[in-house]
């Protein structure tokens, strides 16, 4: 089994930082692509960012410029950086990774547990 753990949420400023990680523990072979999604009240999961094994990124047009997603593939751990939070930002971000148990495995889809962002204006 793989578990996703996220941490680092909370409530800030507009105009404030904070920092979001999640590890992924587990029967891990391999892990592909690792992003960040976010789901405010009433409204649908959006992608946030997210990055390959490789280190190639991508960023939902919202948080260019702000947000800057990151891994350490030896911890199995992806990071947010998120700067100059507006309160639009307010929501619950979730983690996501695709995960190999072992090589002969297909891909699988996992989520955190989610980790709540809070922008006040």
């Known amino acids: 089994q793989v578990q996703l753990v996220e941490s680092g949420g909370g409530l800030v400023q507009a105009g404030g930082s904070l920092r979001l990680s999640c590890a992924a523990y587990g029967s891990i072979f391999s892990i592909n692509v690792m992003g960040w999604y976010r789901q405010a009240p009433g409204k649908q999961r959006e992608s946030v960012a997210s990055?390959?094994?490789?280190?190639?990124?991508n960023y939902a047009d919202s948080v260019k410029g702000r947000f800057t997603i990151s891994r350490d593939n030896a911890k199995n751990t992806v990071y947010l950086q998120m700067n100059s939070l507006k309160p639009e930002d307010t929501a619950l971000y979730y983690c996501?990774?695709?995960?190999?148990?072992?090589?002969?495995?297909?891909?699988?889809?996992?989520w955190g547990q989610g980790t709540q962002v809070t922008v006040s204006s």
């Open positions: 996501n990774a695709d995960v190999r148990r072992t090589w002969t495995d297909q891909w699988y889809d996992y």
């Open positions: 990055i390959t094994s490789g280190g190639r990124t």
